[in-house]
């Protein structure tokens, strides 16, 4: 089974290539919605996504999406209840994503300016945490996601190029946590590879 396993990681790993394909590294900026906004309600600054795709048709690509966000917000003093416990103090908001997903590109033209569309499936680990003073509530859960995509690409030169895109990672509710969304402005480069 191993073996297998093993051979058909192999070929597609020749099939990606053997392909026209490309890397993207790109800041993000996150804007919180759903629960997401319930406990931390700023935008973060603090974000990184990459990319590997390759070219399956002229204008399709397929690869993977990989991504890092840091979520922040700090409360007032004030009493918070959880359960039965309510506790009184300035409160540290946290939520670190860490969206992971297969995802595919159509592009529009092969001009300088690229537009295209794209949608991602994958999962999404979050790990919230909310901290008064010595107190520590910790949860982390895994999320099915489902990120649509839009953006355009800019050829800079002949293996470089600008990436600008926005993606929206729509978490579903899970047994422990309501659904919730993130949408990832990004800003980044591509480096093409034949």
Same mark, same amino acid.
């Given at each position: 089974? $191993? $073996?297998?396993?093993?051979?058909?990681?192999?070929?597609?790993?020749?099939?990606?290539?053997?392909?026209?394909?490309?890397?993207? %590294?790109?800041?993000?900026?996150?804007?919180?919605?759903?629960?997401?906004?319930d406990?931390?309600?700023?935008?973060?600054?603090?974000?990184?996504?990459?990319?590997?795709?390759?070219?399956?048709?002229p204008?399709?690509?397929?690869? %993977?999406?990989?991504?890092y966000?840091?979520?922040?917000?700090? $409360?007032?003093?004030?009493?918070?209840?959880?359960?039965?416990?309510?506790l009184?103090?300035?409160?540290?908001?946290?939520?670190?994503?860490?969206?992971?997903?297969v995802?595919?590109?159509?592009?529009?033209?092969?001009?300088?300016?690229?537009?295209?569309?794209?949608?991602?499936?994958?999962?999404?680990?979050?790990?919230?945490?909310?901290?008064?003073?010595l107190?520590?509530?910790?949860?982390?859960?895994?999320?099915?996601?489902?990120?649509?995509?839009?953006?355009?690409?800019?050829?800079?030169?002949?293996?470089?190029?600008? $990436?600008?895109?926005?993606?929206?990672?729509?978490?579903?509710?899970?047994?422990?946590?309501?659904?919730?969304?993130?949408?990832?402005?990004? %800003?980044?480069?591509?480096?093409?590879?034949?």
């Amino acid at each position: 089974m $191993k $073996k297998s396993l093993l051979l058909a990681f192999g070929i597609l790993l020749s099939c990606f290539v053997s392909a026209q394909s490309f890397t993207s %590294i790109q800041y993000t900026v996150g804007v919180p919605f759903g629960d997401l906004k319930d406990h931390t309600n700023n935008l973060s600054g603090r974000g990184l996504t990459f990319e590997f795709h390759t070219e399956i048709e002229p204008a399709i690509t397929v690869g %993977i999406n990989l991504g890092y966000s840091v979520f922040y917000e700090r $409360k007032d003093y004030d009493s918070y209840s959880q359960g039965t416990a309510t506790l009184t103090g300035v409160q540290y908001r946290y939520n670190n994503m860490f969206p992971m997903m297969v995802n595919a590109h159509y592009t529009f033209g092969t001009a300088t300016i690229m537009p295209y569309v794209g949608l991602g499936v994958g999962t999404i680990f979050n790990l919230r945490n909310t901290q008064m003073g010595l107190n520590s509530i910790e949860e982390t859960n895994w999320h099915f996601l489902l990120s649509p995509e839009l953006g355009f690409m800019v050829d800079v030169s002949a293996d470089i190029g600008i $990436k600008i895109n926005a993606i929206y990672d729509n978490a579903f509710k899970t047994r422990d946590m309501d659904a919730f969304g993130n949408l990832r402005l990004n %800003i980044g480069f591509i480096f093409m590879s034949f």
